[in-house]
């Protein structure tokens, strides 16, 4: 599967140059606000739907809370009613569209209860949407153990075995190791994702689960001892960049990903990133671990080199 941000034209052109490859598309075209409405930005939506509609792709747009915001995910989940309403809408847009199914996106540091409140949301939509014979699937930060009770942060809002008990499919996001407030280090190293990956399928059934891989890293500055924040960078931009500095990218052996350092005065540059080497590496671990398949973040952010492995690793 691959993720595809509205109206991003090399999203839409990486889509079309590999279509053969990519047998669910997600367009980032809906966010749900606090009264369970459905806000679109449909931008380039007819040619995708016409391109999927040619090479039989599974059309499955993402939606996500709002801002990722915890107060609107809280609202939309508060109530039954409230849970109600917004499962109707989502069912109500893939019917009339004629989309195949959705892939439901809240995330945040859920406030209490909403752990709960959500895996019944994500089973009123599928019970919505299965008697037509469309999949939901759920994305979920990637967790190495269950979260503790009095755990506040993203990762605690996803009930793994809850929620694979009635979605099609857990996508589990196998990215953001290091964050861009934190310092340095590697978005997907293989070391955690192992662990991810070894914690998921003790507690959801192996064909259940997608694990998202990263088309992107994180850049950071020092400068007197100080880091800046990590600023996100695409694999191609990050291979232009090496080419640019002529400096060799050195590899993390344990991380099993590149990294590029070098400076620009006073100041020193670490970026961290993935390029087809380290992605075909993930993909092994992917194949050894026979869970359902994997989804790209995100269409048009990749070095194109990245779609050779793709291929010779699951094609060949």
């Known amino acids: 599967?691959?993720?595809?941000v509205a109206g991003s034209c090399e999203g839409?052109?990486?889509?079309r140059e590999h279509a053969d490859v990519i047998t669910h598309i997600s367009p980032c075209w809906y966010s749900m606000s606090r009264d369970g409405s459905i806000r679109r930005d449909e931008n380039g939506a007819a040619g995708i739907i016409e391109l999927a509609r040619a090479s039989g792709t599974a059309v499955v747009p993402l939606v996500a809370n709002e801002g990722f915001s915890p107060e609107v995910a809280h609202e939309i989940l508060l109530t039954a009613r409230t849970r109600r309403l917004a499962a109707e809408a989502i069912a109500s847009l893939v019917l009339e569209r004629g989309f195949d199914g959705i892939n439901m996106d809240f995330e945040g540091a859920f406030i209490k209860g909403d752990r709960e409140r959500y895996t019944l949301l994500i089973t009123e939509i599928v019970h919505l949407l299965k008697p037509h014979g469309k999949h939901v699937s759920v994305d979920a930060v990637a967790q190495t153990a269950p979260p503790r009770p009095d755990e506040t942060g993203w990762a605690q809002a996803y009930d793994y075995p809850g929620l694979?008990?009635?979605?099609?499919?857990?996508?589990?996001?196998?990215?953001?190791?290091?964050?861009?407030?934190g310092p340095p280090g590697p978005v997907a190293p293989l070391w955690w994702l192992e662990k991810v990956l070894d914690y998921a399928t003790s507690c959801v059934p192996r064909e259940k689960i997608v694990v998202g891989l990263p088309f992107y890293g994180r850049h950071w500055t020092i400068e007197k001892g100080v880091i800046s924040q990590g600023r996100g960078i695409d694999a191609k931009k990050a291979a232009e960049l090496v080419e640019r500095q002529g400096v060799a990218a050195a590899w993390d052996v344990r991380a099993?990903?590149?990294v590029l350092r070098y400076y620009e005065g006073d100041v020193e540059h670490v970026v961290y990133y993935e390029d087809a080497e380290s992605l075909r590496l993930k993909l092994r671990l992917?194949?050894?671990c026979g869970i359902g398949g994997i989804a790209f973040w995100r269409l048009g952010s990749e070095d194109p080199r990245?779609?050779?492995?793709?291929?010779?690793?699951?094609?060949?």
């Not at 599967?1 to 595809?4: A, F, K, L, T």
Request: with cysteine.
């Open 164 to 181: 694979a008990a009635v979605a099609d499919f857990l996508i589990i996001m196998g990215y953001d190791y290091s964050p861009a407030g």
């Open 306 to 316: 990245m779609w050779e492995v793709v291929r010779e690793e699951f094609l060949s």
């Open 1 to 4: 599967m691959g993720w595809q």
């Open 286 to 288: 992917v194949r050894e």
């Open 12 to 15: 839409e052109r990486s889509y």
């Open 256 to 258: 099993a990903c590149p």
